[in-house]
């Protein structure tokens, strides 16, 4: 037998996301005092605007040849080629117009950076065909290894840059070498034929699925990068780099307890698309399995960042405890965000999707005009309640749509959040105590443990078939 053949492709996702995110995380916390809020803030200006091509049409690249029924080699490389060029524009437009964007932030030194890091959008446009025939077949395996090799290899030369006084050009370098890393190592290890070529049929065929995926996208881009977009504008690279650690561990939270189930539920969901019972049966267990797991990392981790951010942060870093905080605690309602949208998808309604990703939008520009003047948590708790006043939209569009009702989507999630903010809040109390008897270095061991003691404790009581179900998966001893 093969080494890891017994690997599920939810164990490659959690595996790969898990890496990624412990190492992304050692890495920050030593190029975090070394650099400052200033650079992160810049780099997170510059993803606004090459994270678009990333995002959105690389998305929907993928999204449409995985959606796509009766597919061949020419859909593959008809969406590569109209994608490498499209990125290959847009990096232009970016290169051409870097001046004008560094004036709008005032800061002379994003000019260069976006004109190096233009050519990141390319890069990442050749790997759209092999991360979709990975994806169709259930093998994330391969995106797997792509990932962690190319973090590995980007992460030593952040590192190094870091370590010998580059700034900020340490994380331009370290994005680069990575994104570069990644799309080699992916076909290399996939086996799709390279190659780029156009026809007009296939392209009809893969451009139903694509355009709705765009919208879809490109509404979810900017309801995740117009808060950064409107905060650097209005503080700049500083400010802009408090809220960019504190969405960041909401984005750890979601990529290591969420992303990998959601992934591979968009494409497992598929089975029940005549089956709407059997549908209705897999989220509840989705839900039940993901919550369990994903709230107490949410309220948890909300409770201890303050004893967090001293053990590990200069003072420079104070300042986004509380944004923090709000974007952990809004991670819970992104888990209804995320499966449903993975089961609209999945049920092939690319268009009621696309609603929600346009509602999410909107609400997100007029959270973040409305709070911005009055400072960075103000925006950070309009942002963190957005997702819970759409969550009457997604139960409907559910309802309507795959005939799921909304006790399915909430009953599953209730019984893991009435233990979670039972556990934070004895975090909390036991925090208030801990505060003038001992060092935040000790008391933040004896607050991660207190509550995962809390918290199994009261799962065992409420859950007991769901502990049941997890001691099944551990070893047998002989």
Known sequence: MKPFARFSPTSWLTTKTVFSQIFSLLLFAIQAPLLGPRAFGLISIVMVFIGFC??????AAAESLISIREIDEEHFHTMTAVNVALSLLIGVCVFVGASRIAGWFGD??????????????????FAAAPTAATKRNMLFQPLALRS???????????????LTGAGVWALVWQAIVTRLVASMLLWYSVPLKFGMGFSRRHFHDLLQFAVPTIVSRLLNWGS???????????????????FSLAARLGDILMEVAVVPRYAVARVE????????EGLDAALRRILTLLTVFCFPLCVGGAAIVPTLFHVWLDPRWTGAVVPAQCMLLTCAALVTQYLAGATLLAMNFQRTEAVVSIAQTLTTVIVVVACAPFGLVAASIGIALRPVVLLPLLFGLLKRKCAIPARSVFRP?????VASL???ACVWLLRLALVPVVSDAVALPILILAGAGVYVAMIAFMMPSVV??????????A
């Open 54 to 59: 990333e995002y959105v049409p690389g998305e």
């Open 108 to 125: 002379p030194e994003l000019t260069r950076i976006l004109r190096w890091m233009s050519i990141l959008p390319a890069i990442s446009a």
């Open 148 to 162: 962690i090799g190319s973090l590995i290899l980007g992460g030593i030369v952040g590192l190094v840059l870091t």
């Open 224 to 242: 995740q990068q117009i808060p950064r977009l409107v905060l650097g504008l209005y503080w700049g690279p500083t400010e802009l780099g408090l």
């Open 269 to 276: 969901l598929r089975r029940y698309a005549l089956d709407r």
């Open 413 to 417: 999630q209730r019984p893991a959040l």
């Open 422 to 424: 039972t556990m934070g």
């Open 468 to 477: 049941a179900q997890f001691l099944k998966l551990l070893p047998r001893r």
